[in-house]
C-alpha cells in the first residue's frame, strides 16, 4: 500500500537524516544529513555485480539527431508544405545537431564523470530503405563506440526507441490501402506487414550485436513498450498516429494485438543479440546483457483523502499499475500474454519467454486514476493526467505545486523513487533493476540539481533496503525534441541553445558531475538540495492550475 511504503520511508529518512528528514532545507536541530557513498560500477547482471552502482546520462536518436529525415516522426511532425503531417507542437527538424556533434558531446560525458551512456542507434539511418544498409551511418555509430571506450565509459544500446524508417510503418498512409509493401509495411497492427516487421527488426539487431558487440555488452531492445503503444497507437500523438483504444472492440482486437507484435520484436532482437554478440569486452562473464525499460508512475486512487482511499478508485489504481508496469514484463518472462486484461495470461506467446535479463525503470511522476466517468473499456478507468479530466479527478494527496512540473503538466514525488523500486524488487527479486531514466523539466538550476540529489537519496534508501539497483542514468544528457510536446521541456543537463547548439552546463551537471567523480553524496549536497520538503519554485507559470494542485 502506498500509505505502508511512505511510513516506512519517512522512518528511514528521519533516521538518515535527523530531524530535518522532511524539510528540504538546513540541518536544523538535528544536525546535518550523513553522506552516502556509492560503490564503483560493476557487472550489470552477475552476482558480483550486486552492490556495484552506476552514474549515467541517456539520449535518444531521434531526439537529438539531426536530419534524420528517414523516420517516422520527420514525416509526422515536417510541416504540410514540406510533405509531412504537421503534427505536434514543432518539427523534429535538426533536434539538438547530436549527429552532427556526436564525438563532442562525448567530451560532456567526461566533463560529469559518468561511467556509462545509454543512446539509441537509429534504424533508420542505419536501413533508410528496406534492405539497404548505409555503411557511412554504421561508420558514424562505430566511432561514437570507439570514443566512449576510450573515454573509460561504458555504452549501452538501446535498438528501438520510439522511432522507426518511414517504411515500417508510414504515417502519411495509416489506411495503406494497398497492403503492405517495401516502401511502407503498415504498423504494427497490419497482420500481413507486422511479422515482416518483426523479422526485419531482428535482422536490424543481429547486425549491431555483431557490428559492435566487441566493445558493446549492454543493450536494451525497446524503451518504455506500453507508453510507445498507448502514444502511437492508442491515442494517436506519436506516428503512426493511430487511435485504438476507446472501445472495447478496438481495445482487445486492434490494440493488444499490437501488443503482442511488439512483444515478439522484443524477443526477436533480444535472442539476435545474444547469438550475434559472443565477444564478453568487459571480461565480467558474459558477452551480451539484455534487457528493456519501463516508463512507471506512483499511480494513486484519485478519490482519496487523509484517512480512507475509495475502494472504487483503489481497484482501478491496481488495474492501471498491472497494464502500466507488469503486463508486458510479465508476459516477457513466462512468455504467457494476458490477451483480455482480466489480471490472468490466457495465451502462449512462443519464444518470449525468459527474454529480459535486467530491468530499466523509468520514473518522472505520480497521478491519480479514478473509476469513476471512466473512458478506457475494460479496465474501467481514467488514468488523471495532464490535463485529462472527466469530473472525477482529484489532486493527489499531500500534492505540493513547487514540485509540479508545468511543461508536462504533471507532479514529481520523490518518495516514490523508494517505494517503486522496493515494489518491482519484491515482485521480481531475482531481476536487477536500473533507473534508466529519470529527469525534470526545467530552466531553474536549482530544481535540477534538487530532483538528482532527492532521487539518489531515495535509491540510497531502496539499496540499504535491500534492493538490487545497479545505476542511475539521468534523462537527459542534454535538451532535445521531447516528442509530442516539442522542443518547450527542458530535460538537459546541459541546456542548449538552439539558434547555436552551444552547450552549457546546469547547477544540475555540476551537482551531478560532484557525486559521480567522488561517487558520494555529501553532507552539504544533501543539506542544500535533499530532503522531501518544498523544492526551489519553478518560473514563468501559473503552477496551480497547469498540475491541478
Given at each position: 500500500m502506498r500509505t505502508r511504503n511512505i511510513a516506512i520511508l519517512v522512518a528511514a529518512l528521519t533516521a538518515a537524516c535527523g530531524d530535518d528528514a522532511g524539510s528540504g532545507g538546513s540541518g536544523g536541530e538535528g544536525g546535518a544529513p550523513?553522506?552516502?557513498?556509492?560503490?564503483?560500477?560493476?557487472?550489470?547482471?552477475?552476482?558480483?555485480?550486486?552492490?556495484?552502482?552506476?552514474?549515467?546520462?541517456?539520449?535518444?536518436?531521434?531526439?537529438?539527431?539531426?536530419?534524420n529525415q528517414t523516420t517516422d516522426w520527420w514525416a509526422f511532425t515536417a510541416p504540410v508544405a514540406e510533405g509531412g503531417l504537421g503534427k505536434g507542437k514543432a518539427p523534429v527538424g535538426?533536434?539538438?545537431?547530436?549527429?552532427?556533434?556526436?564525438?563532442?558531446?562525448?567530451?560532456?560525458?567526461?566533463?560529469?564523470?559518468?561511467?556509462?551512456?545509454?543512446?539509441?542507434?537509429?534504424?533508420?539511418?542505419?536501413?533508410?530503405?528496406?534492405?539497404?544498409?548505409?555503411?557511412?551511418?554504421?561508420?558514424?555509430?562505430?566511432?561514437?563506440?570507439?570514443?566512449?571506450?576510450?573515454?573509460?565509459?561504458?555504452?549501452?544500446?538501446?535498438?528501438?526507441?520510439?522511432?522507426?524508417?518511414?517504411?515500417?510503418?508510414?504515417?502519411?498512409?495509416?489506411?495503406?490501402?494497398?497492403?503492405?509493401s517495401d516502401t511502407n509495411l503498415c504498423g504494427f497492427g497490419n497482420s500481413e506487414g507486422a511479422p515482416q516487421i518483426v523479422q526485419e527488426f531482428g535482422e536490424h539487431a543481429a547486425l549491431l550485436a555483431e557490428r559492435f558487440g566487441d566493445r558493446v555488452d549492454e543493450w536494451g531492445?525497446?524503451?518504455?513498450?506500453?507508453?510507445?503503444l498507448l502514444a502511437g497507437y492508442g491515442i494517436g500523438s506519436f506516428p503512426p498516429g493511430q487511435s485504438n483504444i476507446l472501445t472495447e472492440e478496438k481495445l482487445l482486437g486492434e490494440f493488444i494485438p499490437i501488443v503482442q507484435t511488439y512483444l515478439e520484436l522484443h524477443a526477436a532482437a533480444y535472442t539476435a543479440v545474444k547469438m550475434n554478440d559472443v565477444i564478453d569486452a568487459d571480461s565480467d562473464g558474459s558477452a551480451a546483457d539484455v534487457g528493456f525499460t519501463l516508463s512507471i508512475a506512483d499511480w494513486v486512487p484519485a478519490r482519496d483523502n487523509l484517512v480512507s482511499e475509495d475502494p472504487e478508485d483503489l481497484a482501478?489504481?491496481?488495474?492501471?499499475?498491472?497494464?502500466?508496469?507488469?503486463?508486458?514484463?510479465?508476459?516477457?518472462?513466462?512468455?504467457?500474454?494476458?490477451?483480455d486484461l482480466d489480471g490472468e495470461p490466457d495465451k502462449t506467446v512462443p519464444g518470449v519467454a525468459g527474454t529480459v535479463d535486467w530491468l530499466g525503470l523509468q520514473y518522472y511522476f505520480r497521478s491519480g486514476v479514478t473509476a469513476k466517468n471512466p473512458v478506457l473499456p475494460v479496465v474501467a478507468l481514467t488514468p488523471c493526467f495532464g490535463t485529462i479530466d472527466f469530473g472525477a479527478c482529484l489532486p493527489p494527496v499531500g500534492?505540493?505545486?513547487?514540485?509540479?512540473?508545468?511543461a508536462m503538466k504533471y507532479e514529481f514525488y520523490e518518495p516514490a523513487v523508494f517505494s517503486l523500486l522496493s515494489d518491482f524488487s519484491s515482485r521480481y527479486p531475482d531481476l536487477p533493476l536500473l533507473i534508466s531514466e529519470s529527469g525534470l523539466a526545467t530552466e531553474v538550476g536549482e530544481r535540477r540539481a534538487?530532483?538528482?540529489?532527492?532521487?539518489?537519496?531515495?535509491?540510497?534508501?531502496?539499496?540499504?533496503?535491500?534492493?538490487?539497483?545497479?545505476?542511475?542514468?539521468?534523462?537527459?544528457?542534454?535538451?532535445?525534441?521531447?516528442?509530442a510536446e516539442g522542443f518547450e521541456p527542458r530535460f538537459g543537463l546541459f541546456t542548449v541553445d538552439y539558434a547555436s547548439y552551444e552547450r552549457t552546463p546546469t547547477l544540475g551537471a555540476t551537482v551531478l558531475g560532484e557525486v559521480a567523480k567522488s561517487r558520494e553524496l555529501s553532507s552539504e549536497q544533501r543539506t542544500t538540495y535533499g530532503g522531501l520538503g518544498p523544492m526551489t519554485e519553478e518560473t514563468g507559470a501559473v503552477i496551480g492550475e497547469r498540475c491541478n494542485l
Open positions: 550523513a553522506a552516502i557513498a556509492f560503490s564503483p560500477p560493476g557487472s550489470l547482471v552477475s552476482a558480483e555485480g550486486k552492490g556495484s552502482f552506476r552514474f549515467g546520462a541517456a539520449t535518444a536518436s531521434t531526439q537529438i539527431e539531426d536530419q535538426d533536434a539538438s545537431n547530436g549527429f552532427s556533434l556526436a564525438l563532442e558531446d562525448i567530451a560532456l560525458l567526461k566533463e560529469l564523470g559518468v561511467d556509462s551512456y545509454r543512446f539509441s542507434i537509429e534504424w533508420a539511418r542505419v536501413e533508410p530503405e528496406r534492405n539497404v544498409i548505409d555503411e557511412e551511418a554504421l561508420a558514424h555509430y562505430d566511432a561514437v563506440v570507439d570514443a566512449l571506450v576510450a573515454a573509460g565509459i561504458r555504452p549501452m544500446i538501446t535498438l528501438h526507441h520510439f522511432s522507426n524508417p518511414i517504411w515500417v510503418a508510414d504515417p502519411r498512409d495509416n489506411e495503406c490501402v494497398n497492403g503492405p531492445t525497446v524503451n518504455e513498450p506500453v507508453n510507445y482501478a489504481r491496481d488495474r492501471v499499475v498491472y497494464i502500466y508496469h507488469h503486463l508486458f514484463l510479465d508476459a516477457a518472462r513466462t512468455g504467457e500474454f494476458d490477451t500534492g505540493d505545486k513547487t514540485k509540479c512540473i508545468p534538487e530532483h538528482v540529489v532527492r532521487s539518489l537519496e531515495q535509491i540510497a534508501l531502496a539499496r540499504e533496503a535491500g534492493v538490487d539497483v545497479r545505476g542511475y542514468y539521468h534523462w537527459s544528457l542534454y535538451d532535445n525534441f521531447e516528442w
